[in-house]
């Protein structure tokens, strides 16, 4: 779980930053963090 709430604060954090997305999108070429991204994603607009 500690990992799922740091990709929660990572989405937040990269809502406000176009660098951070970038290395997001680098990351997310690994397909595990792309899942474990995807589904935080689904959480935080679930909120």
Do not use: C, H, Q, Y
Not at 16 to 31: H, L, T, Y
């Amino acid at each position: 779980m500690g990992l799922l709430s740091t990709v929660v604060k990572a989405v937040g954090f990269i809502a406000k930053n176009k660098n951070a997305r970038d290395i997001a999108i680098k990351a997310a070429k690994n397909p595990t963090v792309r899942k474990v991204a995807v589904e935080a994603a689904k959480k935080a607009i679930k909120k």
